[in-house]
């Protein structure tokens, strides 16, 4: 059993990867990043106060599930629509069982810097 397609109610841009251009004087490549849309559900993890040395600190990162199969890698990007119209980073991504197969896959997600 998978995860409910009726359920992944947000379309997303994710990057599949990327290809080399043409080479410039330097000998650098121009990179291109190939991107897909995949339906998903963004969401926020409830809020937890993880024990640090400065004392407590609320955490509330941003998860996405996408169905099985999903191109994802760590270091990818993904951008969500409102209220998630950023650029994130995927910081992991946890398959979800059911019985023996993956129903769908988890990201953990962090805001994207430039």
């Known amino acids: 059993m998978t995860y409910p ?3 992944l109610i947000h379309t997303a841009t ?14 650098v490549a ?6 897909t849309s995949v339906s998903c559900r963004f969401g926020k993890a409830k809020e937890s106060y993880p024990r640090t040395s400065a004392g407590p600190m609320p955490d509330r990162s941003v998860s996405c599930i996408v169905p099985a199969g999903s191109l ?5 990007r993904i951008t969500g629509p409102e ?5 994130y980073q995927i ?13 769908h896959l988890v990201l953990t997600l962090e805001v994207a810097g430039v």
Do not use: H
């Not at 990867?17 to 000998?27: P, Q």
């Not at 994802?72 to 990818?76: E, K, L, Q, T």
């Not at 910081?91 to 197969?101: E, G, I, L, R, W």
């Open 30 to 35: 121009a990179v291109t990043k190939t991107t």
């Open 5 to 7: 397609a009726a359920l």
């Open 91 to 103: 910081t992991s991504v946890t398959p979800a069982y059911v019985a023996t197969s993956i129903s």
């Open 72 to 76: 994802v890698a760590v270091g990818r």
């Open 83 to 87: 209220p998630f119209n950023q650029s």
């Open 14 to 27: 994710l990057e599949t990867g990327e290809t080399s251009g043409t080479v410039d004087a330097f000998g």
